[in-house]
């Protein structure tokens, strides 16, 4: 398996720029996470997932889109870039809340200028 | 949403047992107690978790009283290594970070 993997590893965006940050996970996960994390400071979770079709905010869900149409990607979508958004970007999964293990995939470094 | 409140930071030195206590009040029934483990530039990585009493790993111990109102991660004689966050949270579906532990560890 090859866990969560995120593409791309880093990216500059000038303001006002739109952009995808990918995630695919190959564990056949129902629940995935995005985070940002700025620097630091601790995750703030922007979206999640149960499952394909079903998305949910987080506490940080401003300035972002997301979709889930299969259980393997869940690519978060950057509309309109600005310079608060400049952060490292964690995706996350795992099966069942109930006693799973979580994993990450190794982040997303993005600079908005 | 099961809030955690941590100590934000702690030294230790090599070769020592380190207790970390995690406070989480109103953890609810489903809640499972998880603990990461992040070094700069990586993401969160798993150490253990638990729903309650006792669990061990090859990494960590996880203390978890009967009313499940806190838990202490146990890391048996650290090395300059484990310096790293560590970070409890108390979840079940929408995981939600707190601030974390800045552990330090000296030689």
């Known amino acids: 398996n090859a866990g969560v993997t995120q593409t791309p590893k880093f990216r500059i965006l000038k303001i006002g720029q739109s952009m995808t940050l990918q995630c695919t996970q190959d564990?056949?996960?129902?629940?995935m996470y995005w985070y940002r994390q700025d620097p630091g400071m601790g995750l703030k979770l922007i979206y999640y997932s149960v499952g394909a079709g079903i998305t949910d905010k987080g506490e940080v869900p401003n300035g972002y889109n997301v979709s889930r149409s299969t259980t393997e990607d869940f690519p978060l979508r950057l509309e309109l870039a600005a310079p608060s958004q400049t952060s490292v970007y964690f995706c996350a999964s795992y099966r069942n809340p109930w006693g799973d293990e979580q994993f990450f995939g190794p982040g997303t470094r993005l600079t908005v200028l | 949403l099961a809030k955690t409140t941590q100590p934000i930071s702690m030294d230790s030195y090599e070769g020592q047992e380190v207790n970390i206590t995690c406070s989480h009040n109103n953890i609810a029934t489903n809640d499972y107690i998880t603990w990461y483990q992040q070094f700069p530039s990586q993401g969160p990585r798993f150490i253990i978790q638990g729903y309650k009493t006792k669990v061990t790993n090859e990494v960590a111990s996880l203390f978890i009283p009967a009313d499940r109102k806190s838990s202490t991660l146990s890391l048996p004689r650290v090395s300059l290594s484990d310096t790293a966050v560590y970070y409890c949270?108390?979840?079940?579906?929408?995981?939600?970070f707190g601030t974390g532990t800045r552990l330090q560890v000296f030689p």
């Open positions: 949270l108390a979840w079940a579906g929408k995981l939600i």
């Open positions: 564990m056949n996960h129902n629940y």
